[in-house]
């Protein structure tokens, strides 16, 4: 679907359910599904499943958005991720919401030419995704004067570059959502710019509330919640309705007086010598230590089963990635990682898989390594 069209009146008001993607198979002529919009989603597990959200959802999470970030009639959002994730489809829904300008960054990803695109159409609100902001960052380029917000979505943006992007004039603000959420859940405020960038606490938008479980595991209730779940049934699909106004999520975080710090996934965690450990943690840990240089996308570590440890951990990086800052934030993380902690020597692949917004895949990636570790010298 076209963003403009997204934007429009004839859109918004269509009863008929629509698939953000391409969807596989006949949307079930379900009257739950009357004004929902599909959207296709493998969390970190890698089983897709479709997620059914309301237009009226959606656009709940849209004004609150606008209103944290102040966006206005004035406002122009700049899209530059697809829309067939919330996260694209966020922003057009917020340019539909705040009835301003929406602007779409065409073609191949380019940090300079997204730059000066800003600048040519006077874009003042984007999202982007922590990969983005690192192609910014190392590229050197400046943010126009025009630009007032930049929502960091779709993973960890670090300290050290998030700080060297609002040292080159960039507005990047950490937030945290889902597609169950319609986009985002919590997300740092305006008047954070002033400050040393971090990427969390994150304050809750108004419009969630928030629990966790003696897990840790975080709980939402709010009117921007996903209505229920498409499951693949036989030769069809069917809907099957949220049970309950509070979602359970799989995501590990901690509450304080509204402000929300992720953890990680519970999925992404693994027992190693009997302590528990979070694969995501430790890569957001060399990236720190490579300050900044190990970018979103070139990294993931994989717990590979064995039958005394429980599980190996071991580095995947991608070929094009420095050799010097692998071998220095190795260095610097054996010198201070414990022994259950402790990392097999670096696989590399040509590349790593990732999901469009940058995720990495991370049953591909295992299947990839296995034949490699059948002879690697730490096993």
């Avoid at 922003?91 to 919401?97: E, F, G, L, P, T």
């Avoid at 380029?141 to 930049?150: D, F, I, M």
Wanted: aromatic share 8%; with cysteine.
């Amino acid at each position: 679907m076209e963003a403009t069209y997204l934007t429009s009146a004839d859109f918004w008001n269509d009863r008929a359910p629509v698939a953000a993607a391409e969807f596989p198979g006949k949307i079930p002529a379900d009257p739950e599904l009357r004004g929902h919009v599909l959207f296709a989603t493998s969390g970190s597990a890698d089983h897709p499943r479709w997620i059914a959200l309301s237009k009226s959802a959606l656009r709940e999470s849209a004004a609150a958005v606008n209103r944290h970030l102040t966006v206005g009639p004035d406002s122009c959002w700049g899209l530059a991720l697809p829309t067939q994730h919330v996260g694209g489809f966020g922003v057009v829904a917020r340019a539909a919401a705040a009835d301003c300008a929406l602007r779409e960054f065409r073609g191949r990803w380019n940090a300079p030419v997204f730059a000066q695109w800003l600048t040519d159409y006077q874009v003042t609100h984007t999202s982007l995704v922590p990969a983005q902001v690192f192609d910014l960052v190392a590229s050197q380029v400046t943010a126009p004067a025009s630009l007032v917000a930049v929502v960091v979505g779709g993973g960890h943006l670090d300290a050290p570059t998030g700080q060297a992007a609002r040292a080159l004039g960039w507005p990047v603000l950490a937030s945290y959502g889902m597609t169950e959420a319609g986009s985002q859940i919590a997300t740092q405020g305006m008047d954070s710019l002033g400050t040393l960038y971090q990427p969390a606490p994150l304050p809750l938008l108004p419009i969630w509330q928030a629990e966790t479980t003696p897990e840790q595991l975080l709980c939402i209730a709010g009117p921007a919640l996903f209505s229920g779940w498409m499951v693949s049934e036989g030769a069809g699909w069917a809907f099957h309705p949220r049970p309950s106004p509070w979602h359970p999520t799989r995501d590990r975080v901690t509450l304080s007086e509204r402000l929300l710090t992720p953890i990680g996934r519970a999925d992404t965690q693994v027992k190693v010598l009997g302590e528990l450990v979070d694969l995501e943690s430790l890569e957001r840990e060399l990236a720190d230590l490579s300050a900044g240089r190990l970018t979103p996308g070139s990294m993931v570590i994989v717990a590979v089963p064995d039958a005394r440890a429980g599980h190996l951990l071991v580095p995947v990086f991608a070929e094009s990635t420095d050799a010097s800052s692998v071998t220095e934030a190795l260095i610097r993380y054996a010198a201070i990682a414990p022994g259950f902690r402790r990392l097999l020597a670096p696989v590399r692949l040509d590349f790593l898989p990732v999901s469009p917004l940058g995720k990495p895949r991370r049953a591909e990636i295992m299947a990839a390594i296995l034949p490699l570790l059948e002879n690697h010298s730490c096993r």
